[in-house]
């Protein structure tokens, strides 16, 4: 099948599964999405019990996608800067020593709890992972997905000062973990003996550092070519040049690209510069037309998540690895934030509860399950996916429908006062 018919299904199934979901779930829409989906995909699998080529045709159709190819080189790009264009920057300044905090020792400190104990868990269930391959499902469980929490966070009611900085750790610790995986990655195919800290700490600064110069340097050359212009349509695809242009080009340079769009979305979506570069006229056709590239990148992106079922193998040992491995990224979560909340107290700025919060509110989604993908059939690649699958449909379904009556419940708790903030 070639890549239009491809896309022609994936489109045609998002209007299906999403007219479905309104109709009768009335789940919010990337949580319906994905759930009809993986409905759907249960349902092929019984029927294929009497007719076959039902089960096969879904099969063959989804190994034909190349989920992570897909999703980080293609549709990522467009999703961060997306999301990152919408996102108060004043607001997110405030919360900024906090957001840089949490998407750097945060994500490393999650991703050694996380392999530590994903180690001894699969040791009791007689599963001989590496601890290098442990490590590595830390990583790409470690970040918490911009994509799957800016879609729910929109519909779960949830304060605007808590929901930029979910969005805002979100949006960097991405970057940031997607660099991690990358270098743990690399370890274990050329093992802890060829370790070179010196060379992994340069590779490290250069993807990170590089990927936010660059998206400094996109945004504001934008924002030069926007303001010498009164052309909506010329300015409209000038952001959408910026944006597969500048994520082009961080590939050839060896820059983190998803670093690049987040900064690049925030510069572009700063109140002080749109009013200098853009006309209200502008202004809207700008912001609908990347609200519309969001919403049908999103619907594909969740109902692909939910297909991807059929390629997951889902052996006895595995399943309690990974439904144990739901509490273990939680856990990680909870102390790799409270920690640097604990060291800082008292020059971050708090509110109630933030761990808990925080916690509950560290969705994954499709970028773990792509880095999962990524790996190599020599690497144990189905545990890997397996536990990455259940803990990615838990994180969006249970804590996504969740998210908000927690976050209200916990609020209203009368004990809740500024300082505590990890009870």
């Known amino acids: 099948m070639d890549l239009l018919s491809i896309v022609t299904v994936l489109i045609v199934l998002a209007a299906v599964f999403g007219y479905i979901n309104v109709r009768l ?12 989906s993986i409905l759907f995909s249960i349902l092929a ?31 990522l790009s467009f999703l961060l800067f997306a999301g990152a264009l919408h996102v108060d920057f004043n607001e997110l300044k405030k919360q900024g020593l906090s957001i840089i905090l949490f998407a750097t020792v945060g994500v490393f400190l999650s991703t050694c709890i996380v392999g530590g104990l994903t180690y001894l868990v699969a040791g009791l269930f007689g599963l001989t992972i590496p601890f290098i391959y442990c490590l590595l499902f830390g990583a790409l469980i470690a970040p918490t997905d911009p994509i799957a929490v800016l879609g729910i966070l ?23 973990g997607v660099v991690v995986f990358i270098t743990v990655f690399n370890l274990a195919q050329a093992g802890l003996g060829e370790l070179n800290v010196a060379e ?17 340097a996109l945004g504001f050359m934008a924002y030069y070519l926007m303001r010498t212009i009164e052309n909506y349509e010329i300015e409209v695809l000038i952001t959408l040049a910026t944006v597969m242009g500048g ?61 991807e ?63 999962a993908l990524s790996l190599t ?41 500024p300082s505590d903030v990890t009870a």
């Open 25 to 36: 779930l009335k789940l919010p829409v990337t949580i319906g999405l994905m759930v009809v």
């Open 309 to 371: 079922i059929v390629l997951i193998r889902f052996d006895e040992p595995y399943i309690l690895a990974g439904l144990l491995a739901i509490p273990i990224v939680l856990l990680a979560r909870f102390l790799a934030l409270g920690i640097p909340i604990q060291l800082l107290k008292g020059r971050m700025e708090h509110f109630p509860y933030m761990t808990r919060i925080l916690t509950w509110g560290g969705l994954r989604g499709g970028i773990s399950i792509a880095l």
């Open 200 to 216: 992994v700490g340069i590779l490290f600064l250069e993807e990170v550092g590089g990927g936010i110069a660059l998206g400094f």
């Open 154 to 176: 929109k519909q779960a009611g949830v304060p605007k000062r808590l929901e930029t900085m979910i969005a805002g750790e979100s949006l960097f610790n991405d970057g940031i």
């Open 377 to 417: 059939t020599d690497m144990p690649r189905d545990f890997i996916l397996t536990a990455t699958y259940i803990v990615v449909v838990f994180s969006i379904v249970v804590q996504g429908l969740t998210l908000g009556p927690f976050v209200k419940r916990v609020l209203r708790t009368p004990s809740a006062e």
């Open 45 to 75: 699998f019984v029927l294929g019990q009497w007719y076959p080529d039902i089960h096969l045709f879904e099969e063959r159709f989804v190994a034909q996608i190349d989920f992570r190819r897909l999703l980080m080189d293609g549709m």
């Open 247 to 307: 994520y082009l080009l961080a590939s050839k340079l060896h820059f983190s690209g998803p670093l690049a769009m987040v900064v690049a979305g925030l510069v572009m979506g700063n109140d002080r510069l749109r009013q200098r570069s853009m006309s209200p006229e502008t202004e809207l056709y700008v912001d609908k037309f990347w609200e519309l590239l969001d919403v049908l990148l999103n619907a594909v992106l969740f109902v692909i998540i939910g297909l």
